[in-house]
């Protein structure tokens, strides 16, 4: 979804490859139409504004390309490198194709597996920095970029039949790439030092890289407030994950999901062989790939780190956030302003990439802190560990203060509009949602009123033994600034609130620890939450659903 001004917005359908133009919550025609292979995963994927939109007009699709000239459900009928970016531009009502950007690898018919077409990623979005960033996920491959240094198989042997393991053509997956408008390689990227001394295809590839180690994921957002890049990344059944992407990120994946400290229950649960778990009629095992099973995994969180395939300038930074087991997020995006109220104020929101759990929830992260020190505070203690201990996948325990609202499908897009509500896209209901105030009274702010953790940048994969010591000074911070919390919101009604610091913190745990017993302290979070929901959606459909064409209606319903 992009907001092109006058009150239209483009908003792809991913199966159709069209790009439809929105008015009132009315479609009003179609920019555009691409022959696309939407198979599993796969299609019209992604869209970004030039920053300079308004003067030059120019749009970037990230989209996966038939061979057939027209839509596709085949998995096979796809090019290796059918994933791509290209750039339009907008004459006010359609695109006309500018140049291509990047070929991406599409296709995957691994030897002993059925094929798929998963993993594609498809984000993109323009940093402040006024460069294009591309999010594609691993696409199956088992390479250096996922921290498999040998590849799957050892050394000297490939990953796949099109090469690999180092980062060609067919092996640039599982990254973040940071790309100046034309396509070309900014020269302070994290890696474009390290990418020239390689050379050739591999090297030029690695120049593109800012970050690496992603398994896949279907959103990426910039804070509007600090400026820092945050991506949620997709695991396999344990270990979803919220990440702040810092130049030379490597997530881990496929050595580590979650936190290093937690590499037990990683293994443990991928390699469960025990009967079905809900929603996964097949049990936890195995990482989909069976080039690389799961049983090769570490054993601890040291060893994981020690096998990272480091670049030079690379570090790898645990997560802000995990579930233990996969929720499936999927889009992401903050709320830039305060139109929802201050409560909600340049928060960050989680959509779902599947409907599982709450039919589609969506996730609100209290953001909080100065500049780039801006992190996910909260109130649960259950969390001061940065993890959601849930029971299993699509499974809300640790999740419920999270929970923002309900039924919204499949999240594809989270925006800030031109009007300060939030935005989203859902996949499965075929129709975008506004999220705005109701004008109910709010419940007490809880919002900023501590210094907010701030995990800041996470260490090098050689500094691995700071890392729990780190870690144990955030989850310090997170406890103290839970109490602090807790004890604004407390006197809000009988004493004036007084900013919070850490000063203040340390008076009142006292008291909080007097009058809060921990039952009722969870009463009020839920009280607080109940009452911050969104009370009002309006529903203006307009895309396909599934494949089929609804008419260029528009519906507008009112609920709860
Ligand atoms: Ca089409
Ligand atoms: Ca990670
Ligand atoms: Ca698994
Ligand atoms: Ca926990």
Redesign the pocket.
């Given at each position: 979804m992009a907001f092109v001004g006058g009150g239209e917005m483009l908003v792809l359908?991913k199966s159709?490859?069209?790009v439809r133009r929105v008015a009132d919550g009315m479609v009003t025609g179609t920019a555009l139409?691409?022959?696309?292979n939407s198979a599993s995963e796969r299609g019209?994927l992604g869209i970004a504004l030039h920053p300079n939109f308004t003067v030059n007009g120019f749009v970037y699709l990230y989209w996966t390309e038939s061979t057939i000239g027209?839509?596709s459900t085949v998995l096979s009928e796809v090019p290796l490198l059918g994933n791509r970016v290209d750039r339009f531009v907008w004459n006010g009502s359609s695109l006309a194709f500018d140049r291509n950007i990047i070929n991406l690898r599409a296709r995957q018919s691994d030897s002993g597996q059925t094929e798929r077409g998963n993993h594609n990623g498809g984000v993109l979005r323009f940093g402040p920095d006024g460069k294009l960033y591309v999010l594609v996920g691993d696409v199956g491959r088992r390479g250096q970029l996922q921290n498999l240094a040998e590849g799957p198989f050892g050394p000297g042997s490939p990953d796949d039949a099109f090469g690999g393991p180092d980062p060609d053509n067919a092996h640039l997956t599982g990254a973040i790439l940071r790309i100046n408008d034309d396509g070309s390689t900014p020269s302070d990227n994290p890696f474009f030092a390290a990418g020239a001394a390689i050379g050739g295809q591999t090297g030029a590839n690695i120049q593109r890289l800012f970050a690496y180690g992603i398994r896949n994921s279907f959103g990426m957002a910039f804070d509007p407030r600090s400026g820092g890049l945050w991506a949620q990344e997709n695991g396999d059944d344990s270990f979803d994950e919220l990440n702040r992407v810092e130049p030379g990120f490597n997530s881990g994946w496929v050595q580590i999901m979650g936190p290093p400290g937690r590499i037990a229950q990683y293994k443990a649960i991928e390699t469960d062989p025990m009967a079905p778990q809900p929603f996964t009629p097949g049990g936890y095992f195995g990482l989909q790939q069976i080039r690389w099973p799961p049983t090769n995994l570490a054993d601890t969180g040291v060893q994981a780190l020690l096998r990272l395939f480091a670049l030079p300038g690379s570090h790898y930074s645990a997560p802000e956030f995990s579930w233990k087991f996969g929720v499936a997020p999927g889009g992401i995006g903050f709320l830039d302003g305060n139109a929802l109220g201050t409560r909600y104020a340049n928060d960050l929101f989680v959509g779902a990439a599947r409907t599982s759990l709450e039919g589609g929830h969506l996730f609100r992260f209290n953001i909080c802190g100065r500049a780039t020190a801006r992190g996910i505070a909260s109130f649960d203690p259950r969390l001061a560990d940065l993890v959601a201990d849930n029971l299993h996948k699509f499974e809300i325990t640790e999740s419920q203060s999270l929970l923002f609202g309900s039924d919204f499908g499949v999240t594809t897009d989270v925006q800030t509009g031109p009007n300060g509500n939030l935005f989203l896209v859902s996949l499965s209901d075929g129709a975008v949602y506004e999220v705005f105030d109701s004008g109910a009274a709010q419940p007490p702010s809880d919002d900023c009123r501590a210094s907010a953790p701030s995990p800041g940048p996470g260490p090098s994969a050689a500094l691995t033994l700071d890392l729990e010591a780190r870690k144990q000074k955030l989850r310090k911070r997170l406890k103290l600034f839970a109490t602090a919390s807790a004890a604004s919101t407390l006197t809000a009604g009988g004493r004036a609130i007084k900013e919070t610091t850490k000063e203040l913190a340390a008076n009142e745990t006292t008291k909080v620890k007097a009058k809060l017993k921990r039952k009722q302290r969870k009463k009020l979070v839920r009280k607080l939450d109940r009452r911050g929901k969104a009370k009002t959606r309006v529903e203006a459909t307009a895309t396909d659903r599934g494949g089929t064409t609804a008419d260029d209606e528009v519906k507008v319903k009112l609920r709860d």
């Open positions: 359908e159709t490859g069209r139409d691409l022959a696309v019209l027209a839509d």
